[in-house]
């Protein structure tokens, strides 16, 4: 299908046109026309994953002329990374719309209309193939992002929500200071503008402006994720959001993040990247991330906040996994990003739903759910069991995977990373006891069990969670060429070195497919 990814793109905004027209007093249409845009903007992702090739680099491929004079252009595509990627946000997206019917009682065109913006900027950062228009994307997830959180948040919004646009924009700032540096030295040594992602791949970054041009990329990429000690701004923005808007946040926009430590650092500062001061210090701030993120779990009161600080915990998983700087470590790392979409998203609808029933977060105010509302407690099991890496679901494969990167380039890493699997789990067991055992308090003994609508919201997630932690060759084969690509462009020979050294071997789940041999010396 021709230019199926500008339809995906902007199914968002054409929805929005319509749901703009339609008069503000009509609840039920405006409510209506916002999910059948989201679930559209789904469906016609659907070709993205059915007619996806895994044996070619990037596929569905439209280019036009943007702003000639600064070689700045239209180009869109997608590999088996930014797929995933995309297919996660339409999901995400539908799913988060969905969960708002009942949630969102005043300024109901407004809200659905941020919700349909930030779809198509998120989207837009995972297809541009151009720095130029990859930034501008990202700038315009920010928006919609920061209104949602200021006029639709909790009490504190306007803290979370200016905390949320400071901490972001000075990040911003600085990406965007790297993204010049880069542009300027590829014009120097080829006298031809250029922000095609392919074009910088092949200017040779002198190795002190390299350093410096991986640190402005890190502020921009950090904050996102965010990775300690950046991640201040999330637990304020998680609590005060609206649900669709913490699902969203977690789902999707922290993988802006490590989508672009990726798709931008390791191959464009493949230097730098492997430069042992950088590899070091990624690993020893992922780390603290993992464990301190899990601790502070412990000590929330707050269901909200807990979940919020467990996504800190989850993507110092991620960015570990992506600094091992081998294929377990980064395929594993990619996996574990749809995997924390998933999990992370179904705990932040539970919250929601036991908000919208008792308008209440405090976890002491809950205890014995489980003779009340059984339906909400299995699932609330399973997304548990999902997010502390639990068989068959999908964080034990993403997690295992990390910790066999992790462990090839450093036994202390794999120790910490498992201390910090283990705490996870403390802390998401101690959650279930306190909240769904025990006696039922009185205020929670009419409280009703799950509608079918909102079975609905939690059922594909579920699916997905299964479908993973079950077979998760399918996407491990999607992601070795992407996989292969980033491992040689860092550390050139790397796959000729292993075949070397055990030629008997069969290939290992994240270990080049038959065409990625182009890639070896």
């Known amino acids: 299908m021709d230019h199926i990814l500008s339809i995906v793109l902007f199914t968002p905004l054409a929805g929005l046109l319509v749901l703009l027209l339609l008069p503000s007093s009509n609840v039920r249409a405006i409510k209506l026309w916002a999910n059948i845009t989201a679930f559209l903007g789904f469906l016609v992702s659907l070709p993205l994953a059915l007619q996806f090739d895994s044996t070619k680099d990037y596929q569905f491929e439209e280019k036009a002329q943007w702003i000639p004079t600064l070689g700045a252009n239209y180009h869109l595509g997608i590999d088996g990374f930014s797929m995933l990627l995309v297919m996660l946000t339409t999901v995400i997206g539908f799913l988060a719309i969905l969960s708002s019917w009942n949630a969102i009682h005043s300024r109901l065109k407004e809200y659905y209309a941020f919700f349909l913006i930030l779809q198509t900027g998120m989207l837009g950062v995972f297809m541009s193939l151009d720095f130029l228009l990859f930034f501008v994307f990202w700038e315009t997830v920010l928006v919609p992002m920061y209104f949602i959180i200021a006029i639709w948040g ?7 929500s200016m905390k949320f646009m400071i901490y972001t924009l000075a990040g911003s700032v600085l990406l965007f200071l790297g993204i010049l540096a880069l542009y300027y030295q590829h014009l120097y040594q080829f006298q031809m503008p250029s922000f095609e992602i392919s074009e910088l791949l092949r200017t040779k970054v002198p190795g002190n402006m390299q350093w410096w041009i991986f640190w402005a ?3 921009g990429f950090a904050v996102k994720v ?3 000690p950046f991640h201040t701004w999330l637990p304020d923005a998680h609590t005060e959001a609206p649900t669709a808007g913490s699902v969203v946040l977690a789902s999707v926009l922290l993988k802006m993040g490590t989508y672009g430590f990726l798709r931008f650092s390791l191959p464009l500062l493949p230097d730098s990247a492997k430069n042992p001061v950088i590899i070091n210090a990624m690993g020893i701030l992922s780390l603290i991330g993992i464990v301190y993120g899990a601790l502070a779990c412990l000590m929330q009161k707050d269901w909200k906040k807990l979940v919020a600080y467990s996504s800190v915990s989850h993507l110092g998983f991620c960015t570990l996994g992506i600094f091992s700087l081998n294929p377990a470590g980064i395929s594993g790392s990619i996996l574990q990003q749809i995997n924390h979409g998933i999990s992370t998203g179904m705990l932040f609808l539970i919250v929601g ?8 977060r405090e976890i002491s105010a809950y ?13 609330f099991l399973l997304a548990a069991l999902s997010s502390m ?5 999908n964080g034990f494969i993403g997690e295992l995977t990390i910790l066999g990167g992790a462990y090839h380039m450093s036994l202390n890493w794999a120790i910490w990373a498992g201390l910090g699997i283990a705490l996870g789990a403390s802390y998401l067991l101690r959650l279930i006891q306190r909240t769904m055992l025990g006696e039922v308090k009185e205020k929670n003994s ?20 299964f479908w993973i932690g079950m077979n998760p060759q399918p996407y491990f084969r999607v992601l070795e060429r992407p996989v292969a690509q980033i491992v040689e462009r860092v550390k050139p020979g790397y796959y000729a070195q292993q075949h070397l050294r055990n030629p008997l071997d069969a290939p290992s789940l994240a270990a080049p497919s038959a065409p990625v041999a182009a890639l070896r010396p």
């Open 353 to 360: 739903v036991v908000y919208e029933r008792r308008h209440t």
């Open 217 to 219: 990329f890190f502020a």
């Open 389 to 393: 890496g639990m068989p068959p679901l």
């Open 154 to 160: 909790g009490p504190r919004r306007g803290y979370a």
């Open 226 to 228: 965010p990775m300690f």
């Open 446 to 465: 009419l409280l009703q069990d799950l509608s079918w609508r909102e079975i609905a919201v939690f059922a594909p997630l579920i699916a997905w969670a």
């Open 367 to 379: 205890g014995g759910l489980v003779k009340v509302m059984p339906v909400f407690t299995m699932i």
